[in-house]
């Protein structure tokens, strides 16, 4: 019954506008889920509010430089669960859908009152960790017109760090501090792993630039 559902989130997602950001495109959705599954059957969470509420987490896609960007997360929800009401989704599990969305969120600040919003959650922001991690920092930084890297202080040794301006410090800035914010334990487990591979992508950077980086 789950599976004839996800075939219908898909669908959703595919006539829905994702715009153009190419680290939220279908593909994220798939890793998003995938990755949700797994750490669903290691936590014991409910599968009837983790894979509903992974495929359509960011329903609604607002801009990283947008000022509405902390409202993604609830105008996810809403639409979400208006939709699935609509379609005759189990409405039992439908608070506990609109949670697991809204609190997915950085921007959102909203604190996960279940295992299935950790969950969900933990699969988003490993998401942003690793080798996917690393490609996606990249492409929104493509997309926004930002830089690689400072030039004159790559590591910002002696300068404060801007990741509005210089691409690499946005993993000092966010993406390893991400793994501290990991609330399930196998989700931990992965986002180390996640984390070691980034850190060796920086010391090979520093290997072509000529400056080794602090890690």
Sequence with gaps: ??????????????????????AHDLAHFHRVVKTAKVLALEEGADLHVVVPAAWLHDLINVPKNDPRRSQASRLSAEAATKWLEEQGYNLAPMAAIAHAIEAHSYSARVECRSVEAK???????????????????????????RGLYDFHDPWAKNRELDDYAATVDH??????????????????????????????YLRQLGREIGEMPPT
């Design 171 to 200: 993993f000092f800035v966010k993406l390893f501090k991400t793994v501290d914010t990991l609330q399930t334990r196998a989700g931990k487990a992965e986002g180390l792993r996640r984390a070691e591979f980034m850190r060796e």
């Design 1 to 22: 019954m789950l599976e004839e559902w996800e075939k219908r989130f898909e669908e959703k997602l595919r006539e829905h506008d994702l715009g153009n950001d190419p």
């Design 119 to 145: 969950v969900v959650q933990d699969a988003d922001r490993l998401d942003g960790l690793g080798a996917i991690g690393v490609a996606r920092v990249f492409a929104v930084a493509g997309l926004l017109k």
